[in-house]
């Protein structure tokens, strides 16, 4: 069945430095994915997203790359800050139906 | 503005009981969905509404789970007869319609079933 999964569990960073959370998904016929933020306690909330006939897309202090050759996406956070510790998932979706997400990768910014 | 809010935040019942949780979704968004997480996992799909009809229910785990919703906006999750196994957090998205890729989560309910 469809799966997403991610590579790396648990990240952690030094305050300043750049992440990279790595995605890897199997339904190749997905044309939208997004990444999510997840905080203790509170729902998903939407970080960036990219469709499938991009291979790039930044926002602020986010870029998100899309390899469908791999099937990897990833999520590059600059200058990363300890308010941008949390969970962060992986999702994809095809026409705005149901998102299938990934095991999710904990982010911990060490000051 | 207002964003999706759930019901109750917490939730403890025994084993065997049935429980309601609430989601109230973004006012004017058509699409509603249910995702369940459980404990270090990610968020499984469970059903989604356009409107009131419920075109995809393929994720509900078995028939002791059903959803409704009612005037386009408010949706109710029922578990009956709670099993141990059904313990998580309950997460309720909304978002423009169908179409629109972009999903505004709820806080979530967390259930224990004991």
């Known amino acids: 069945g469809e799966s997403v999964g991610l590579h790396l569990p648990t990240l952690s960073v030094q305050e300043g430095d750049n992440s990279i959370i790595n995605c890897a998904y199997s339904n190749s016929a997905s044309d939208y994915f997004i990444w999510y933020k997840q905080e203790s306690g509170k729902g998903p909330q939407f970080i960036i997203d990219?469709?499938?006939?991009?291979d790039k897309r930044q926002g602020q202090r986010v870029t998100v790359l899309l390899n469908k050759t791999v099937k990897h996406l990833s999520l590059q956070i600059a200058a990363t800050q300890p308010g941008d510790s949390a969970v962060y998932f992986c999702a994809e979706t095809t026409y705005g139906n149901k998102l299938v997400f990934g095991a999710g990768t904990i982010l911990r910014v060490k000051s | 503005g207002a964003g999706v809010s759930q019901s109750p935040s917490n939730k403890v019942t025994e084993k065997g009981k049935d429980v309601e949780l609430r989601c109230d979704p973004i006012?004017?968004?058509?699409?509603l969905y249910w995702y369940r997480q459980s404990l270090g996992q990610g968020l499984e799909f469970l059903i989604y509404f356009q409107g009131n009809s419920a075109p995809d229910k393929s994720g509900l785990p078995s028939d002791r789970f059903s959803a409704e919703r009612t005037g386009g906006s408010v949706s109710t999750l029922t578990i009956q007869r709670t099993q141990q196994e059904d313990s998580a957090v309950y997460l309720c998205a909304s978002s423009l319609d169908i179409f629109s890729y972009e999903q505004y989560f709820g806080p979530g309910t967390r259930l224990t079933v004991t």
């Open positions: 006012s004017g968004h058509t699409a």
């Open positions: 990219i469709r499938s006939n991009m």
